[in-house]
């Protein structure tokens, strides 16, 4: 007999009734405003086609990275889980096998934000009522299955359930947005949009480079034979990103440097590169340089303009080559921040058509680079914290060495940053929990009161993102 | 009608009782004690003159850099809030449009420490009865300007009143210290001191260079055309200094970096300066060598020894071109200590004669480096969490992450390092809270008992920092 | 008249009872079972020869460099405390004076884990009723003293009353194990195993690394001329090592980069040894190199690697030439991970006979590379918090920064990492305490549930050290 799945109303709260009842009040407050996600990675076809997701391991453990690394970590191989892999060779395809291997090893998630979203739900998303085991495994599995067959479970439908405002996909520069189109044409009322996401031309190293930018030259139409071209056709795609909906770009790099190359430097090391003969430290300079260049062009055009360093992608080499990119074994390294983004912030920081939000890895530049530099250029907002840091300590890690220098305001509320959609609502649920709780420990210490607090809560579930994305 | 302005009595303690009793016993066992500020950039000549401040404008956001760094991140200019230019072209000169912007934007500190020492300004120094905000600003303004003309708010009525033992100011080597001379040749009986701080001649590359070694020269009597004359010259200032009351010499510099260099070597670099033709790498080797003439001169002539490293000055280079230094845009960046402390450490660590005091932006070497050096060397003392870590969480952090390796004993109280005179007493009240609130917490888990806690909380709200300074 | 010594029944645990509670039951859970200590470095010979330890100075200071590098950091030589010189010369041999300083000077220790493990020491190994000071001193002496001279205080009889299931200490390439092998052919059944520590004939650059290799060679009967009979003499000692019950080995190095040379280079660079030229290069890359051997011999023999690095030894020149290694003058430096160990973890890091466990002291990788990689390698686990991270506060923190990516299964329980035999039960009570208030404030919050939590404070104490070391 399994045990009974039960999510406490005060979970994520202080036990002090003193915190948690301020906490209470506070999430009370914020509990059931709209979702604003403007970063993930949900796919926009799910929402265009509106197909039933197939099954709970297809919806739940392949696309999401956070739980197989887990269990990878243990000795449970990617092919088990049915991963696919990236030349096709058969995998694992029975998917209740896959599951059961889940549901028996559920407690390595313990503690973990993993288990808490998966908790939730199951819980409230699906209506489990006992708790993953190997012992309940398959009847979960049959339970969520039979409820993916069913309307209110469709893609469309869920979102609307899920009250979301807006959710923003991520999708690369040579992207044709046909899903965000056919979606803005239908009569669904959903607002999915895109953002801007060029890594794989403004990285001359991508394994793809060449055929992303024939693709990006096929899709503006302009033929990026020199560099100059290739920049024309980079504005005619975030025009046409725009004209689609989007508010965003976003910037996946490994190192945060910033370096403004001539237009003779950069055309050389571009035409080096069309040759096939540029070096790593030109193709650095060079993904620096686009950094500048996309700051301008948002000065331009408006497009808010993230970046998203210090991660070591594909350290696994092997699991790389096996099944390919985003499969959690991306490692973050040490990031520097303070001297790589002055010269961006020097021609930029203080301009006020310019917004640029910065993500970490790195915990130890909260408190020593980005909250300084967030508290003092108008153009510079922080992120929330990202990745591994979105948990429950990370998040009040980050509030805790964030808001004594920058305030709240010079943050820009919460992202889930996902590609497991029914967690999105455990997600921001979770963050909504944890700020009040954050809050309501300032208010117990009275650090602020609690009609400053009322206000914060909204503004860092709601208001923020809202102010920072334009949407 | 703006908010009652309220600060409770149990403000900054745990809400458990069982911690929140304890911080408050102990907290008033050092509630009145006197302050001594041992390091801080007030103005001598404020104490000297004893003029009434202007306005609260001039006294409260314009020589604060904490106040209007908040205000320029949320796009609000430097001009609007009368930061004067280094050119003395025109800003805002209505003191009280600038104020009311400040009013207007008050909740940007709400969480912050700049917004709970100004509220202990307010409340306690002013006796201001509201909050601070776009509705009462001029309200709060005319109360406050009215009471500065009063004879209680002159400069020296509020040392008094703060109950300060001593006040250190911080002065360049080339200072004729004429306003502590005045002072201490007044009636007054304030102790105001000042501390040695070379930095525009010791740093090669400093603007001023020759200029203030010309000035170095002038004072001292002694020709600074050679390194050993340069040598000299110090010696004579730090006589000179001490014979004023100073006990302390301070060093903000870049890197920790030390390194001794030959006296010839010494000497190439210094001319070669003179000529103007110093590479970078030359003087940055040569602050190293200063850092260990330094140390040596302490172990001789007995003055304690401060290194502020790790904050990259001026970081937004309009802003400093505009309205000069400690404009607000200064950002810290990783440091090493390790490394670079070790031939100073090796050659004066374990020397009677020597104190040392290491300050940081670079909360990561707390535990990872300053502790572990400070549990070792009997020379080597840790500062107080410098600048944007001097808040009640930094402070929190910085005790959590020193005291199981290094123990109290081997801090030295609390810094105010401020330039915002009526901040002091909101500082040392603050940092006694946080300190209270940090013991009560070991004894409610029984890691100390009560009686340790007595003897801690005093040595951490006066004693150390006696010890510390020789005061 | 000293004060009672107390330690209460709930110290270290939270004092809110919605905490303390939960604590409180999770560790009656795991108070009293068996301890498993899988590294440390007492010595074999006490067990061997199970002579009485002379006295408490030399029991519980000359051995233990938490507490003498404490005195010694205010002010105390070391010579006063009765610590060997290298070279023979006198110091302090009144044992009682030691003991005195020692008492006079005990404050320095409140709020440290090495005040805590020594109160323990204090009150539950030796029975003493009152605080130690200066007061306390000699009483507490005498005391002690008697007590070891009873056979209930001889070293088996505390192993045995201590409880201990496995104790490993750490033994050179070279060591021929005699006392390990006497225990084992004794009739007592106290089970005290070698680890493999290659590090003095591994590192190129160690001082006496021509007398180990000659030892190696002498121990194996194997003449190490080549770098293939170097590999075959380690291969050989580490079966030898085995059969004398080691299940691991442990690597102190000051960096963890691996790196793979060709047999070419590694016969190059150790010929280059032998004549005495080897530079500071090639033998960072051939420890590196010595890494990627040890884990490849780890997967054929089946010994768990340990990693141990990042510290910069003998920072204190002056004490390391007047007293040797190990005196309290070890300072951490920043390590990085990610990349350094890359090479090793794309070759071993998903092999099912391989695992290896890293620790490190710089806290700032734990959140950052350390759990990540944890989180994904299945052959990796991370070590506890060590050293200067084995703290109350130390270890909250690795639980904190750790679990959210890794869970709590990709840990590996404690260690006690000590050469204070008596401390031993001391730091596992310690551990065991802040594990189940760290697990109880996850209930408090509801973030688990009980029935996670009573497996999970067993996990932490007991199961998964058995496992991670195979014991």
Redesign the interface.
Known sequence: MA?TLQ??D???????P??RNVARDLYEEVRNLAIISPHGHTEPAWFNENHPFPDPTELLIIPDHYVF??L????ITLEALGIPTADGSTVETDRRRSWQIFGDNF???????TG?WLSHQFALVFGVKEKLSGVSAMRIYDEITEKLQSPEFRPRALFDRFNIEVLTTTDPAESTLEHHQSIRNSSWNGNVVPCFRPDGVTDLNHPQWHANLHALSEVSGIETSTYADFIDALENRRAFFKSNGAVSTDHGVFSPHTEELSRQEAEKVFQQALQGGVTREDAARFTAHMLMEMARMSTEDGLVMQIHPGS?RD?????FNRFGADK???????T?Y??NL?PL??KY??D?RFRLIIFT????TY???L????????A?KLGPPWW??D????MTRFR??V????????TVGFNDDTRAFPSIPARHDLARRVDSNFLAR?V??????M??AL??VRALAYDLVKQAYNV
């Open positions: 045990e999510l406490d005060n979970r994520f709260f202080d036990s002090d003193a915190i690394r887990m990878y970590s243990q000795g407690h390595l998630f313990a503690g973990t934000p808490a070591f350290h696994n080499e092997a699991v959690g074994c991306d490692i973050p390294v040490q520097e303070t001297r002055r912030l020097g920081g203080s006020s890895l790195d915990e130890a408190s020593r680079e909250a300084p530099l967030a508290g003092h250029y108008p510079l591994f840091n948990s429950i300590a990370g805790e060495r808001t004594e220098t920058a305030g709240i305001y010079n300032l117990s210490r009275h650090i602020i009161d009609s400053d206000i914060m």
